[in-house]
């Protein structure tokens, strides 16, 4: 008896005394026993008090302590959902929203949707039963305009503070100006960093609640010179630590889906031909528009013998915590939008991440047990080249849709709003200006009806003017399937390796000769006709999950398009109208043709160059329309489409001025290249 009650907890003899057990109930004892595992549990009643005692209490704890999963489960137990209130908690990223979500039912033994549920832009996976939601700040964000109090909630967690997205920065000030009024709300504000102290003192000075973090030692390690393809480095980095370290799972920070295939590809070649020499390597990519099951993956334990390498954009820096991993590889960039507002151009550029979020990543290796970080630049470059802290997003992108949506909810003077970070002024300046361009203001800067409107859709003010000007050209079903499917552009023609030509010639047949646009829309418009057909998307080389959500967006976009009193009708014929539709929005994004044949933005003359996906990247028309901005060695426009200049007159004729469209050689440029197209 004596030498039983020494035994160690953990050792083999435990799993011996529970024979009866069946596979669900040995699952959910494992859920149970991670759960006191967490290093938040010793800390549960303690936090219950706080809550009661603070109206505003600021949480900081290590990335995986158990702050995003717990809390909530805790305040319901403690009796904070009891009055049919609802505990919120928001996440910068739709990915944790959904997978934390998932998790939290699970613990709690629920279907996902029901008690447990979350909403994100175009999802609202929650119901009447609803008392744990998790969300997207921007869905909260939204939320104001129909529950501008949040009265069904009882506790409001603003999660991963620390990121700064544009919208956690915006709710900031919203939230504090309701607790003033609403003394039975309390509001948590959670954070993995070390901003707790900046964050207590914008919320006047409240407590900070410290979970102690429980972190193993990371050795770092960085390469002698600069990588020139850090995807190549990657590979060969993940193979390395396969072949001589011992076992535990790897993770590697891309910028995105693109870099992630190809990151992917690359290693299953590789492992491919290497053959039975290593031990099996399962490879796993996570990125925002990879479906969920898929997501889901990452979770699942390693079979033993086995490793996992995952793949991730910084999605998995701090707002997914994936257990066992000892080593991680970070080629140190990003992908952020940059606003210019000196232009006023919006790209998608990579960067070099910060100094903290580079530790934030090399955190990720010590979670279980002491890890390795491998740092593809030099020290030198970490010391002298790396800024300190990531700049908050509000002061470097757009502030279009922000101040569209705090004009509607009736903050008037933008100037004197309560912002942790104030943009700077000049931003705000031309997010006002723009929206009087697209008709959302009048010239005293109020919200118009058509803004008002505009503010009904969960999309940028550039959108929600196609849509609305959708009515007046007679194209509204048109206009919103190219929404729709812009929405989930990038994810939407499968390109395999072994079969490229193929699925070119596929895509091919999909090019219309009026743009970019008009190709997604006869995407989506065949795929309809086929009822929706799995089969066809796979004949065709069309991703069918972008499609399915695609058609999933489609349809909360219609029922909004009800909402606004916009009649549903097709004219897929009258192509000058789909585009007119398109223009009336995003007349900001236009480039012409120079005498030198490249590109020029019309306003800022700025150098652009059509992004070699599209169809109309050997055509070179006179004047083209972008849907957006993307950065790599040049400035791509991407998805892209030919106009004439005087449909901008007729679209925003505040904004142009006819001698900035003259034109005296309004025709083509000769290079055009003969291709397949098809108009129908
Ligand atoms: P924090 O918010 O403090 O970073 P979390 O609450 O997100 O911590 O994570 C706590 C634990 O829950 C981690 O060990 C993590 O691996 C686990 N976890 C979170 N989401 C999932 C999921 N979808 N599946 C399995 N485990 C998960
Ligand atoms: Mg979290």
């Known amino acids: 008896d004596f030498i039983q009650a020494l035994k160690l907890p953990g050792s083999k003899d435990k799993e011996d005394k529970k024979p009866e057990l069946t596979e669900s109930e040995r699952k959910k004892l494992d859920i149970q026993e991670t759960k006191k595992s967490l290093p938040v549990f010793p800390f549960r009643d303690d936090l219950i008090q706080a809550v009661r005692d603070h109206q505003v209490l600021i949480i900081e704890g290590e990335t995986g302590s158990g702050k995003t999963t717990q809390i909530p489960q805790y305040l319901h137990e403690a009796g904070f959902t009891d009055d049919n209130k609802k505990i919120g908690c928001t996440q910068p990223r739709r990915v944790a929203a959904m997978s934390v979500a998932a998790r939290v039912a699970q613990e709690m033994n629920v279907k996902l949707g029901n008690e447990v549920g979350y909403a994100i832009r175009f999802e609202d996976c929650t119901s009447e039963r609803t008392i744990i939601k998790y969300m997207t700040d921007g869905t909260l964000h939204r939320e104001f305009l129909s529950e501008p109090d949040l009265q069904s909630y009882s506790v409001m967690i603003i999660d991963e503070a620390h990121e700064r997205t544009l919208h956690t920065d915006i709710l900031f000030g919203l939230v504090k100006d309701i607790a003033r009024f609403r003394p039975n709300l309390k509001l948590l504000i959670s954070s993995a960093t070390l901003d707790a102290q900046k964050f207590s003192e914008f919320f006047d000075d409240a407590p900070i609640f410290r979970i102690p973090g429980r972190r193993f030692p990371v050795d770092i390690y960085y390469t002698k010179a600069p990588e020139a393809n850090y995807v190549d480095a990657c590979v060969v980095s993940v193979l390395q630590i396969h072949a ?218 550039m959108m929600a003017k196609m849509l609305l000007a959708s009515d007046k050209y007679k194209c509204s079903e048109e206009a919103v399937s190219i929404a729709a499917m812009l929405s989930v552009n990038g994810a939407i023609f499968y390109r395999p390796k072994d079969k490229i030509i193929h699925a070119d010639t596929a895509r091919k047949n999909f090019n219309h000769v009026g743009g970019d646009h008009l190709t997604l829309l006869n995407v989506y418009n065949q795929w309809r006709d086929s009822d929706y057909s799995t089969q066809w998307c796979y004949e065709n080389f069309i991703q069918y999950r972008s499609m399915k959500r695609a058609r999933d967006v489609r349809e909360q976009l219609v029922g909004l398009m009800q909402r606004v009193e916009i009649e549903m009708v097709s004219n897929v014929s009258e192509v000058d109208n789909i585009k007119k539709s398109i223009i009336s929005g995003y007349f900001y994004h236009v480039a012409r043709l120079s005498k030198s044949g490249s590109y020029k933005t019309v306003k800022q ?49 505040h904004y142009y001025k006819p001698k900035e469209l003259e034109d005296s050689t309004n025709k083509k440029m000769p290079k055009t290249v003969g291709r397949s197209t098809r108009t129908d």
């Open 605 to 653: 003359n700025q150098s652009v160059t059509i992004h070699p996906s599209s169809a109309l990247f050997e055509d070179l028309p006179r004047w083209l329309l972008y849907h957006d901005l993307v950065y790599t060695t040049k400035e791509y426009m991407r998805v892209v489409m030919e106009i004439q200049s005087k449909w901008l007159l007729e679209a925003a004729p």
């Open 244 to 461: 001589t370290q011992p076992l535990g799972d790897i993770l590697v920070f891309l910028t995105g889906q693109e870099e992630i295939e190809t990151c992917q590809e690359l290693l299953q070649d590789r492992v491919r031909r290497l053959g039975s020499k290593l031990k099996e390597l399962i490879i796993l990519p996570v990125y925002a528009n990879l479906p969920s099951d898929m997501q889901a993956k990452i979770f699942d334990p390693t079979p033993p013998g086995a490793r996992k390498v995952v793949l991730a954009t910084n999605i998995a820096e701090t707002s997914l915590t994936i257990d066992n991993i000892i080593y991680v590889i970070d080629p140190g960039f990003a992908k952020q939008n940059h606003f210019n507002s000196r232009t006023g151009m919006e790209s998608l550029i990579v960067v070099p991440v910060s100094k903290a979020s580079a530790n934030q990543r090399a955190g990720r290796a010590g979670r279980v047990a002491p890890g390795k970080c491998f740092r593809l630049y030099t020290l030198w470059s970490y010391k002298h080249e790396l800024e300190d802290n990531t700049v908050p997003e509000i002061q470097r992108i757009n502030l279009g849709n922000a101040v569209l949506m705090l004009k509607a909810l009736g903050i008037n003077n933008l100037m004197k709003f309560d912002f942790l970070d104030p943009p700077p002024r000049e931003t705000m300046v031309l997010a006002l200006e723009q929206l009087y361009a697209l008709g959302a203001f009048n010239h005293r800067g109020e919200l118009t009806a058509l803004g008002r409107r505009m503010a009904e859709f969960p999309v940028d003010p």
